[in-house]
């Protein structure tokens, strides 16, 4: 089977993608823009990409060049990755309310106790697990602000609207 144009350019752009991800990790391998074409700039690329990881100079992809590479990019996706978000809220519907427990209780509480210190009306809130009056008197105090009815139960809309002001808090805090 030969080698066609279409599968070479391909590859080339693959490695090509690798570099510049790595660029992003090591600053010692310059930052190009995949082409499908194994010009001047990639094989600069190449080239520095074996010296800073110890590999011999050659600007050629050979075996081991591609297996140090790929194992490289692998290293550079988790690095420049965005953080993993988690989802305590319960997947069967139902809401938060008085006398529920556990980790969307707690990370709850942790939004509520970080937004206190940045709004004068948000009582603080101790992190317990357990959805208490005071946690129903704050949900109950947000409901009506945002024009909701102050059930004191927190569903999937509610939950939303307090992550994204959580969200939008401490993106502008840090």
Do not use: C
């Amino acid at each position: 089977m030969t080698y066609t144009d279409k599968e070479k350019k391909a590859h080339i752009n693959e490695i090509q993608k690798y570099l510049r991800t790595i660029s992003f990790y090591n600053g010692a391998v310059p930052r190009i823009i995949p082409d499908g074409v194994y010009g001047i700039e990639t094989i600069n690329a190449v080239k520095a990409f074996q010296k800073a990881y110890g590999l011999p100079v050659t600007g050629d992809v050979d075996e081991s060049t591609w297996n140090k590479l790929a194992g490289e990019y692998i290293k550079a996706l988790e690095f420049i990755s965005e953080p993993m978000g988690i989802q305590p809220f319960p997947n069967d519907g139902n809401s938060l309310s008085l006398g529920s427990s556990g980790a969307a209780v707690i990370m709850l509480q942790a939004m509520l106790s970080e937004l206190s210190s940045s709004f004068a009306n948000i009582r603080p809130t101790d992190i317990t697990g357990h959805f208490n009056k005071g946690n129903e008197s704050t949900v109950k105090f947000m409901q009506t602000v945002w024009g909701m009815p102050p059930s004191g139960e927190v569903d999937i809309h509610l939950w939303n609207r307090i992550v994204d002001l959580f969200n939008n808090e401490v993106a502008n805090n840090t």
